[in-house]
């Protein structure tokens, strides 16, 4: 993939078969802990959208999916800390086992949010799935049920995660580098 002068890929911390192989983990897992239930899986747009459509793949019962999204970064690599839902649930989660899928738990902020408003509705239950989770920049202790991978504080892009709504294409997760190219 090209990339505009100022942003680089740095390191790419997970292939695509590597992510291939623990969104199946995590399958198997929700799968087990799940069975005889009609989960609800709820992605948080946009960025959880890759990982949600690999995940529900991988789990082998009958669920619904609907999705919520959320604002906290902008365009910008930190979060802003305050959170904003610019698209809610449709779905009614009175006595419904819940898992809240999320692209990367960072400040925590977020989901502690979602949480409290969500828990509000009454759910029989409420998880929390994450494909990342950078515990260094935690503000807010949120539980991550099932996670994909824990890394460093790196800003990352690929497989759903972006910088200015860019990079979700990208089928391995990179970190980011901003600034003018190195000198040689």
């Known amino acids: 993939m090209q990339f505009p002068e100022n942003e680089r890929l740095g390191e790419i911390l997970f292939t695509s078969a590597q992510l291939r192989e623990r969104v199946f983990e995590l399958g198997a897992q929700i799968t087990k802990d799940y069975a005889g239930t009609s989960p609800l899986v709820v992605g948080v747009l946009k960025g959880s959208v890759l990982f949600l459509a690999d995940l529900i793949r991988a789990i082998d019962l009958p669920l619904q999916i609907d999705f919520m999204g959320t604002s906290s970064y902008g365009n910008s690599t930190k979060s802003s800390g305050v959170v904003r839902i610019v698209k809610d649930i449709e779905s009614t989660l009175k006595d419904r086992h819940v898992i809240l899928v999320e692209d990367i738990v960072d400040t925590g902020l977020t989901l502690e949010y ?3 408003v969500l828990k509000l509705r009454e759910p029989a239950s409420l998880k929390i799935c994450s494909l990342l989770d950078k ?4 503000q807010a202790d949120v539980p991550v049920d099932y996670l994909g991978f824990s890394i460093p504080d790196h800003f990352v892009i690929g497989y759903g995660l972006d910088y200015a709504n860019r990079y979700r294409n990208l089928d391995y ?3 980011l580098e901003l600034g003018p190219p190195p000198q040689a």
């Open 114 to 116: 979602l949480l409290r």
């Open 135 to 138: 515990p260094s920049r935690r």
């Open 173 to 175: 997760i990179g970190t």
